[in-house]
């Protein structure tokens, strides 16, 4: 198997992007809204498997702080550690930018996401009730952080 890169992604990406992001989430991201994350202070990269685009991230750095948007893995391609390279790399390109400190939110319901965030040392700093649209109602988000 081809080992995996990971590289960043441009407005010419969106597409493959697109499906990921919309194959992964019950409630994804419009690709306006994946469109507007392109370029400026924002850091998006992609896992590539061979030709296959599997996940992406949208990293949003301000100053010394960056935050984690978007992390998504196709579902065909979860649970074989792809989410943690991807991670990885966020984390990687946060020291390279001299960043101080990291910051994610998670569906509460989302246990796997929380404990690979836990894994990589981020805490749970706050809680938004009725944050995320849920098949009924709305679910709450974690916020959660990483000094670095």
Known sequence: MTKPTINNFTKNDVDVIYSVETASNPFPWTKKTLLSCIGGRYITRQLVIGEKVVGFYVGDLVIDEFTLMEICVHPEFQGKGYGQQLLSDFLDTAKTK??????????????????????????????????????????????????L
């Open 98 to 147: 001299h960043v101080v400190k990291c910051h994610l939110e998670v569906r509460a319901k989302n246990i796997a996401a929380q404990m690979l965030y836990m894994k990589n040392g981020f805490i749970q700093v706050h809680r938004r009730t009725g944050y995320y649209p849920a098949a009924v109602g709305y679910e709450d988000a974690l916020v959660m952080s990483l000094s």
